[in-house]
T-cell receptor, first 112, second 110 residues
């Protein structure tokens, strides 16, 4: 599969623990996006990278959230001190030309 | 701020009936509009974008700037069209974030 891949697919954690998700974009894409989706809602933007530079962050991204893309390839999203409200599907997307974003299958986070 | 509204959570139609999924947006600048679709147990994927002006799987959507709408239409629904449909907006000419609506579930029954 040469599409966007995300790992893990599911994560169950206890409140207060830290979690980290990984996203591998389509190899030739220089743009990478993170979104969060809760039940009954559309995806909501979290942050965006062009190559290794983080160009935009949503106000949804509290200081417990951090994202990196150190070499302009894969990206990680870390949530520290998880809360029950963090339970959601975390989606990664990558983009090349033409302003089209290609989505991964997502990581479903459950905080107990 | 940009906003996308999809007023229907669920749209149920019979096979062969016409389909119209509504999408309205608010944005002060020049938008680029998309429809994304998510079939059962599959990832979100692009269905069509307004600037390409093409028909995909029999679906079309026309951007109406006067009514700030981008409704998705298909003249004859098929069972395989059953899915979740999301309308989304991005600032034209940028590679910025997508702003999504809340989605409409299309259910096509026999």
């Amino acid at each position: 599969d040469t599409g966007v891949s995300q790992d893990p697919r599911h994560k169950i954690t206890k409140r207060g623990q830290n979690v980290t998700f990984r996203c591998d974009p389509i190899s030739e894409h220089n743009r990478l996006y993170w979104y969060r989706q809760t039940l009954g809602q559309g995806p909501e933007f979290l942050t965006y990278f062009q190559n290794e530079a983080q160009l935009e962050k949503s106000r949804l991204l509290s200081d417990r959230f951090s994202a990196e893309r150190p070499k302009g390839s894969f990206s990680t999203l870390e949530i520290q001190r998880t809360e029950q409200g963090d339970s959601a599907m975390y989606l990664c997307a990558s983009g090349g030309g033409q302003n089209i974003q290609y989505f991964g299958a997502g990581t479903r986070l459950s905080v107990l | 701020a940009q906003r996308v509204t999809q007023p229907e959570k669920l749209l149920s139609v019979f096979k062969g009936a016409p389909v119209e999924l509504k999408c309205n947006y608010s944005y002060s600048g020049s938008p680029e509009l998309f429809w994304y679709v998510q079939y059962s147990r599959q990832r979100l994927q692009l269905l069509l974008r307004h600037i390409s002006r093409e028909s995909i799987k029999g679906f079309t959507a026309d951007l109406n700037k006067g009514e700030t709408s981008f409704h998705l239409k298909k003249p004859f629904a098929q069972e395989e069209d059953s899915a979740m449909y999301y309308c989304a907006l991005v600032r034209a000419g940028t590679a910025s974030k997508l702003t999504f609506g809340t989605g409409t579930r299309l259910q096509v029954t026999l």
